[in-house]
C-alpha cells in the first residue's frame, strides 16, 4: 500500500501541528527515493553515511551480530521511521539496517537536515522527538525482553507494532499486514523459533490475534494489552505543543 | 567425560505432554529435550523435526549457554550436550 502523504509527516503530525512551510521543508528534504530488496542492508555497520534514511514503504530491522552467526535485532521500522537520523551526528554506525521487507527509502543529506535545524527550530525539536521516541521504544523493548514472559512480551510487541503502522495509516480497522517471519520474531524477541511459534499459538488459543499468511488481525486489544503489560504512553501519540 | 543416560519423560508443552527425556551427566541432570513437529520449527534456516532443548542446567542452561537451533536426531543433542560440558564459559 503505497500512501501519498509522506509517512514522517503523518508520524510527527500525530504528536503536533506542523506548518505548511514545515511539511514543505520536509518534503523538499528528500534528495531521491530507492528501493531496496529483502534481506539487503540499508546501511552497514561502521559506515559513515553523508545522508540518513527515511523509510516510505516495508520493514526494516536495526540489528547487530553476535557470534555463530546470531543475530539480534534491536529495533523494528515500519514507514515514516528514520532508519538512522542519528547518524546525522552519530557520524559512524555502530549497528546495522536491514530490511525485512522491499523497502522504499527516501534519502535526505545531513546538509539539509543541518539546514532544517538551522531554520526551523519547532520541526528540529520534532526532530529530535522522533529520536527521543525510538529512546524510549528501547527501553520499553529492555524491560519486556528482561522482565516479561515470552508471551507477555510477544503481546507487547504486537499491540506496539499495530499502534505504529496505524499512525501511519497502515492499518485496516483491526488489521495490518505484519510481513515479519517467525525467525525474525525470533531474533527480535530474543526467542528460539520454536517458543515463537509457541507463544503465537498460545495467543491465537486464547482468541486475541488471527494470523492469515501477512495479514494479523486483533481480535481482543483488551486483553491483548492486559496480556502484554501494554499501556501506549511510551509512544507519546498525544497531539500537543512540543 | 562424565556417563551420560537419557530417561523417558513426557513433557508439557503447547498445552499437551510430548515426548521427551531427561538427560543426566553422571546422574546430574543437565538437559530437558523434547520432541518437536516441522510445524514448530517454522522459520528456522531449515524447518526440521527433531529434538529441542527444553531447559537446560549448569553448562547447558541459559548462564553458561544459548539456545541451540533444534536437533535432527539424539545424536546431535547429546553432542551438543558433550561439548557444554567440556566448554566452560566459551560460547558454543
Given at each position: 500500500m503505497?500512501?501519498?502523504?509522506?509517512?514522517?509527516?503523518?508520524?510527527?503530525?500525530?504528536?503536533?501541528?506542523?506548518?505548511?512551510?514545515?511539511?514543505?521543508?520536509?518534503?523538499?528534504?528528500i534528495s531521491r527515493v530507492r528501493v531496496v530488496e529483502a534481506d539487503e542492508d540499508i546501511v552497514r555497520e561502521g559506515?559513515?553515511?553523508?545522508?540518513?534514511?527515511?523509510?516510505?514503504?516495508?520493514?526494516?530491522?536495526?540489528?547487530?551480530?553476535?557470534?555463530?552467526?546470531?543475530?539480534?535485532?534491536?529495533?523494528?521500522?515500519?514507514?515514516?521511521?528514520?532508519?538512522?537520523?542519528?547518524?546525522?551526528?552519530?557520524?559512524?554506525?555502530?549497528?546495522?539496517?536491514?530490511?525485512?521487507?522491499?523497502?522504499?527509502?527516501?534519502?535526505?543529506?545531513?546538509?539539509?537536515?543541518?539546514?532544517?535545524?538551522?531554520?526551523?527550530?519547532?520541526?528540529?525539536?520534532?526532530?529530535?522527538?522522533?529520536?527521543?521516541?525510538?529512546?524510549?521504544?528501547?527501553?520499553?523493548?529492555?524491560?519486556?525482553?528482561?522482565?516479561?514472559?515470552?508471551?507477555?512480551?510477544?503481546?507487547?510487541?504486537?499491540?506496539e507494532l499495530y499502534l505504529r503502522l496505524k499512525v501511519v495509516g497502515r492499518a485496516e480497522g483491526d488489521t495490518v499486514q505484519l510481513p515479519i517471519t517467525q525467525a525474525e520474531l525470533g531474533d527480535t524477541l530474543g526467542l528460539s523459533t520454536v517458543h515463537v511459534n509457541r507463544v503465537l499459538q498460545e495467543l491465537r488459543k486464547e482468541g486475541l490475534i488471527r494470523f492469515q499468511g501477512d495479514s494479523l488481525t486483533i481480535l481482543d486489544w483488551e486483553r491483548l494489552k492486559k496480556v502484554g503489560e501494554f499501556t501506549s504512553t511510551y509512544l507519546s501519540l498525544q497531539n500537543e505543543h512540543r | 567425560m562424565p556417563e551420560i543416560t537419557l530417561q523417558p519423560i513426557s513433557v508439557m508443552t503447547d498445552g499437551g505432554g510430548h515426548e521427551g527425556h531427561l538427560v543426566l551427566a553422571a546422574g546430574h541432570l543437565v538437559a530437558v529435550l523434547s520432541r518437536v513437529t516441522a510445524e514448530e520449527t517454522l522459520g528456522e534456516r531449515e524447518q526440521i523435526e527433531g529434538w529441542f532443548l527444553e531447559a537446560g542446567f549448569g553448562p547447558c542452561g541459559p548462564l553458561m549457554s544459548v539456545t541451540p537451533p533444534v536437533f535432527t536426531d539424539l545424536d546431535q543433542a547429546l553432542a551438543w550436550i558433550r561439548t557444554r560440558l567440556e566448554a566452560g564459559l566459551d560460547p558454543s
Open positions: 503505497t500512501c501519498m502523504t509522506n509517512p514522517l509527516i503523518l508520524k510527527l503530525e500525530q504528536r503536533d501541528q506542523l506548518s505548511d512551510a514545515e511539511k514543505r521543508a520536509l518534503e523538499n528534504a559506515d559513515r553515511p553523508n545522508e540518513s534514511s527515511l523509510l516510505l514503504d516495508g520493514f526494516a530491522a536495526r540489528y547487530k551480530l553476535v557470534s555463530n552467526g546470531r543475530r539480534q535485532i534491536s529495533a523494528l521500522h515500519v514507514p515514516g521511521d528514520f532508519l538512522d537520523l542519528h547518524s546525522f551526528l552519530l557520524k559512524t554506525m555502530d549497528h546495522g539496517v536491514l530490511a525485512l521487507t522491499t523497502c522504499r527509502i527516501a534519502a535526505v543529506p545531513h546538509a539539509t537536515l543541518e539546514k532544517i535545524t538551522d531554520e526551523f527550530p519547532h520541526l528540529t525539536r520534532m526532530l529530535w522527538l522522533n529520536t527521543l521516541i525510538d529512546g524510549a521504544i528501547h527501553r520499553e523493548w529492555l524491560t519486556a525482553m528482561g522482565r516479561l514472559s515470552a508471551t507477555a512480551h510477544m503481546a507487547h510487541l504486537i499491540c | -
